[in-house]
Structure formats: structure tokens, C-alpha cells
Nanobody
């Protein structure tokens, strides 16, 4: 299973950005997995950002991003997205997508596969 995150970059505070994550694999059935987004800021531990249920009907967010970041998925394309609006300097981090065979959750130990991360830098 491969997860390839993309879409990161350098933006200014208040700007928007959309991250994408492409999932692939010979035996990988995308709809069998809940998808999550996590991030790791410089010098900090990785933290939960958002989770999307297998068919996208339910989403969960960290309090710090609620109302600004929106997770979604396109099961026809094996893609998951993170729409990031009104970005703040504290959103600066490497963002990771992950796949879990369990229910969507906040605990990274529940996730079986991880992408390589994409860097988002928000300047003030």
C-alpha cells in the first residue's frame, strides 16, 4: 500500500491550500479504510488533524482546526483531501495522510499505513 501526499507549499496567513493524498496498492481496497490526516510541527510530536470515515459520511477534527480545515475523499479516484482555509502560522507542519482498517479516530496507533508527508509553511 502506498500513500502519496502532495499539495504543500509556502503560503501567507489567511490563505487557503488543498492537500491531496493518493492511495494505491495491488490488494488495497480504498473503501475498506478510514483515512486520517496528521501533522508534525518543528520540534513537536505528531498530532491528529482530521479523520474521514470509509465512505466520507463522517468526519472528525482536532479542536484547533475545526471550522477551518475540511477533510473529504473521492472513493472513485482513491483520493483523500484536506482543504485548509484561513491558515495560521501555527498550522506550519509536515502533513501526513494515513489509512486505518478501524473506525476513524484520533489515535495514530490505529493507522496501518502512512504517506511520506508534505510540508506546509504559513508565514505571518
Amino acid at each position: 500500500v502506498q500513500l502519496q501526499a502532495s499539495g504543500g507549499g509556502l503560503v501567507r496567513a489567511g490563505d487557503s491550500l488543498r492537500l491531496s493524498c493518493a492511495a494505491s496498492g495491488r490488494t488495497f481496497t480504498f473503501t475498506s479504510y478510514a483515512m486520517g490526516w496528521f501533522r508534525q510541527a518543528p520540534g513537536k510530536e505528531r498530532e491528529f488533524v482530521a479523520a474521514i470515515s470509509r465512505f466520507g459520511s463522517s468526519t472528525y477534527y482536532a479542536d484547533s482546526v475545526q471550522g477551518r480545515l475540511t477533510g473529504s475523499r473521492d472513493n472513485a479516484k482513491n483520493m483523500v483531501y484536506l482543504q485548509m482555509n484561513n491558515l495560521k502560522p501555527e498550522d506550519t507542519a509536515v502533513y501526513y495522510c494515513a489509512a486505518s482498517r478501524q473506525l476513524p479516530g484520533r489515535d495514530e496507533v490505529a493507522y496501518d499505513y502512512w504517506g511520506q508527508g508534505t510540508l506546509v509553511t504559513v508565514s505571518s
